[in-house]
């Protein structure tokens, strides 16, 4: 009996030895989640009696994993993704249940397809945008896919509307169209010629873009006719440099007692911007006819204030070319392109699980859904019990050397006083043996 007891110390010894030396040899891998050796005592049990009172040995009862946090490293690369709580990347992989592996290791790449993966191929799982090619974040969240990045440039975008926000001085003095105070306002139709500045109050430019992406400078006219009252002029340059009319003529800007914008009288609003014939050969690039609409209803007119344009805002740009992408805390991934613009492009998908120390081991730092772990739930980052994302980022093994050096420390005693046991079970025999 004795040297059974001590056969089992000496087996759960070197189990605990086991697991120890893997956790030292996985401390700098990344996203490792180090294990535990958990043992129980044996009793020999009796058929007549229902107490086991003999302990006869120990027993290893499981190697459980330990899914505390790691340290968080910092790195230089955008797509180095770390956890900061619960949760597990999802990837595909046909070595899973329905082709889904799980895994805290964050270093992800992109593949000559453009398609996220880790280092070993696997595709790292997002949300899709409800909006393709935009910057609305919203996503759909019924459905994973594979996250892909594009590697071409964005193609421009005509400008179509217009957001305008000015402020008129009241104290303007009123142009009745005669000399003085002013001549009538009128636009040039000779090209080395232009707008008379005597008529009209004051004037702002800002850009636009036609089809082809090449910026377009609209200068806008304001007439003070009569107390809150403004006419409302637009134009802007043909190939020949001449200041065209594209806002259909005269348009009226009324303002209330109070300063505001009435959007009720103003006509039009917001005012129709057409560009005709002249942004088409023989301009210098050929591009389509162009036409936008200006909305004022955020415009204002004080006294003693002057004449300001304090913000524009147009849903035109010009071409771009792909110079990075981001990660939000959230996993929303963004491209970031050289004409400042962005496209959301999915957000990364998360998993939980209500017992992750009942996840299969599958190597090269995956998981698989098992019976113990439960079913996956999915969610993005940030939703119930699971973390954030945090992007440059890496989260090492959660080994801690010190303690993993005293566990060996301890079970290498362990070993060598099961094997003394055995050595004295030895002795004892021999004795009896040597009794004449």
Not at 22 to 38: C, H, L, P, Q, Y
Not at 305 to 330: E, I
Not at 346 to 355: C, D, E, I, L, S
């Amino acid at each position: 009996m004795s040297f059974s007891i001590g056969l089992s110390g000496l087996q759960a010894a070197a189990k605990d030895l086991e697991v120890t030396g893997n956790n030292v040899a996985n401390s700098g891998t990344i996203g490792f989640k180090k294990s535990r050796a958990e043992f129980a005592d044996i009793y020999a049990s009796s058929f007549y009696t229902c107490v086991n009172k003999s302990a006869v040995g120990v027993r290893l009862d499981a190697v459980t994993q330990q899914f505390s946090q790691g340290n968080v490293e910092l790195t230089d690369n955008t797509l180095d993704l770390a956890i900061n709580g619960e949760g597990f990347f999802v990837l595909n992989s046909e070595a899973g249940q329905d082709g889904k592996v799980y895994t805290r290791n964050g270093a992800f790449q992109v593949d000559r397809d453009g398609y996220v993966v880790n280092s070993s191929g696997q595709r790292l799982q997002a949300y899709p945008p409800t909006t393709p090619n935009s910057a609305v974040s919203a996503f759909d969240t019924g459905k994973l896919e594979d996250i892909q990045l594009p590697l071409d440039n964005m193609a421009p975008k005509a400008t179509t509307e217009v957001e305008l926000q000015v402020n008129l001085n009241s104290d303007e003095t009123v142009i009745t169209g005669t000399t003085p105070p002013g001549p009538a306002f009128a636009f040039p139709t000779a090209p080395a010629t232009d707008v008379d500045p005597t008529s009209y109050n004051w004037s702002t430019t800002y850009q636009v873009y036609d089809s082809l992406g090449k910026p377009r400078d609209v200068t806008m006219y304001f007439v003070k006719t009569a107390p809150d009252n403004w006419a409302v002029h637009v134009g802007m340059r043909d190939s020949a440099g001449v200041m065209q009319d594209v806002g259909g003529g005269t348009n009226t800007a009324i303002f209330t007692a109070a300063g505001v914008f009435d959007t009720a009288t103003s006509t039009p609003n917001p005012i129709a911007v057409s560009v005709g014939p002249f942004l088409t050969p023989p301009d210098d690039n050929g591009a389509g006819a162009l036409a936008f609409s200006i909305d004022m209803s955020n415009s204002t007119q004080y006294h003693n204030s002057r004449n300001n344009l304090n913000d524009v805002t147009q849903d035109g740009y010009t071409s771009g070319t792909l110079s990075g992408f981001d990660v939000d805390a959230d996993g929303a991934i963004f491209s970031r392109y050289s004409n400042g613009k962005s496209y959301v492009l999915g957000q990364v998908a998360m998993a939980n699980f209500k017992n992750p120390q009942g996840l299969q081991q599958l190597g090269d730092n995956n998981w698989g859904e098992s019976y113990n772990s439960g079913e996956p739930i999915y969610a993005a980052a940030g939703d119930g019990r699971l973390g954030s994302i945090q992007s440059c980022a890496l989260e090492n093994s959660n080994v801690d050397l010190s303690q993993e050096l005293v566990n060996m420390i301890t079970a290498q005693r362990n070993y060598e006083a099961n094997a003394k046991t055995i050595s004295t079970s030895d002795q004892m025999t021999q004795t009896i043996l040597n009794i004449r």
